[in-house]
């Protein structure tokens, strides 16, 4: 019914850029809330950074400075733009999105992409 399809990980040297994309579709009624969180081995996964409908933003303190956080809500898309990475941004990083479909308009859930890894290696 929904999908959330992440795109642009990779590998990057350190102090290198990657922006990853992250575009919703299927039976859309409304999306609330955006983000990113990522999940390094042997890790627990943790939020990045994540933006509201309205555009407020948070961010982890680790990426403050060096991550933004974006959304184009025509297009039903997060972005998340890294800049100056570093080796510990290593890590599969998931997209989440809160949704309420056409079939629960009052029933938001969360729906999660299937990863994109970024490695950050010299």
């Known amino acids: 019914q929904v999908q959330l399809v992440e795109s642009g990980g990779g590998l990057v040297q350190p102090g290198g850029s990657l922006r990853l994309s992250c575009a919703a579709s299927?039976?859309?009624?409304?999306?609330?809330?955006m983000g990113w969180y990522r999940q390094a081995p042997k890790k627990q996964r943790e939020l990045v950074a994540a933006i509201t409908s309205g555009g407020s933003t948070n961010y982890a303190d680790s990426v403050k400075g060096r991550f933004t956080i974006s959304r184009d809500n025509a297009k039903n898309t997060v972005y998340l733009q890294m800049n100056s990475l570093k080796p510990e941004d290593t890590a599969v990083y998931y997209c989440?999105?809160?949704?309420?479909?056409?079939?629960?308009?009052?029933?938001?859930?969360?729906?999660w992409g299937q990863g994109t890894q970024v490695t950050v290696s010299s």
């Open positions: 299927g039976s859309i009624f409304s999306i609330y809330a």
């Open positions: 989440n999105a809160r949704i309420s479909t056409v079939l629960a308009i009052w029933e938001p859930r969360d729906y």
